[in-house]
């Protein structure tokens, strides 16, 4: 059982409070060269020249990867719109590449197109990792590309316009589902959910981000201490996952549904007519 610990940080912002990139190829842990090459390799070797470039993002090129725990996470830009392009080789690639390095957790292969990534007039997750989260790894490097970013409402209503989809989406995920990898997996990806959501519901307040869970779940606990203790459970379920389904649906029932409340409030306040991608510069 990994233990909970005080680990991770705020983003830090500029003086004008936008979010400063802290992921450095200097930082990655050389453990995860040789994957890293083999990844950009594959998406080479299958894309061709469909492929514009390749960013690592998260825990890893921040230099917060912990060996055999964090997840290799990659964003792959196309020239080419995905549906045409034949990806039925991405599964068996990742599960070659779990197979063979075991330095991290798994490894996440995903694809955007182009002109998607470049068309910024409103918020999107995958230009705004690439700009605040990510190094690029291959190809022509997008970020000088992509807008500057804050840690303001429009941000925080990426996490919490499809917080109550979400929830619900697990529920039916885990009920009468026997594959316990499937649900250990959807345990993760809820709770992560759940605690990034704790921390948009204050991020007005804050006027700070970070994808890391412990500092996300103490900056929600200073302002709603009532729902500490259930959102450290969800810290819990989600370094440390379990597969009890009745157990895990018996808080989505509970905390989850304070969360969906309390989200609709949030957007009744920030963004009442419910958009999903909220103009940039509409503030």
Request: one cysteine or more; aromatic letters at 10%.
């Amino acid at each position: 059982m990994t233990h909970i610990k005080n680990i991770g940080h705020f983003c830090l912002n500029d003086s004008d409070g936008y979010i400063i990139n802290d992921a450095n190829i200097e930082k990655i842990d050389s453990n995860f060269y040789t994957l890293i090459e083999k990844v950009v390799k594959t998406y080479r070797r299958q894309l061709g020249a469909d492929l514009h470039s390749v960013y690592i993002r998260g825990s890893i090129p921040r230099g917060l990867g912990i060996l055999g725990v964090s997840d290799l996470d990659t964003i792959c830009v196309t020239t080419k719109k995905i549906s045409d392009i034949e990806l039925g080789w991405v599964k068996s690639a990742e599960e070659e590449l779990n197979k063979e390095f075991k330095c991290v957790n798994g490894v996440e292969m995903s694809f955007f197109y182009l002109d998607d990534i470049c068309n910024t007039g409103t918020f999107s997750i995958i230009p705004f990792m690439i700009k605040t989260h990510s190094i690029c790894a291959f190809g022509e490097n997008l970020s000088d590309q992509l807008p500057y970013y804050k840690a303001d409402r429009i941000l925080a209503n990426e996490h919490i316009i499809n917080l109550k989809d979400q929830i619900v989406q697990a529920k039916e995920d885990l009920r009468g589902n026997e594959d316990k990898e499937d649900i250990l997996d959807c345990c993760v990806w809820i709770m992560k959910i759940i605690i990034r959501a704790g921390l948009a519901l204050v991020m007005e307040e804050e006027e700070q981000y970070t994808r890391d869970l412990y500092p996300a779940y103490e900056a929600f606990s200073r302002y709603y201490p009532e729902q500490k203790e259930k959102m450290l459970q969800a810290l819990e379920y989600a370094i440390n996952p379990t597969h009890n389904t009745d157990e895990l649906i018996l808080y989505l029932n509970d905390m989850g549904v304070w969360m969906m409340e309390a989200s609709e409030k949030w957007l009744l306040r920030h963004n009442p007519r419910k958009e999903r991608n909220m103009l940039i510069n509409e503030l």
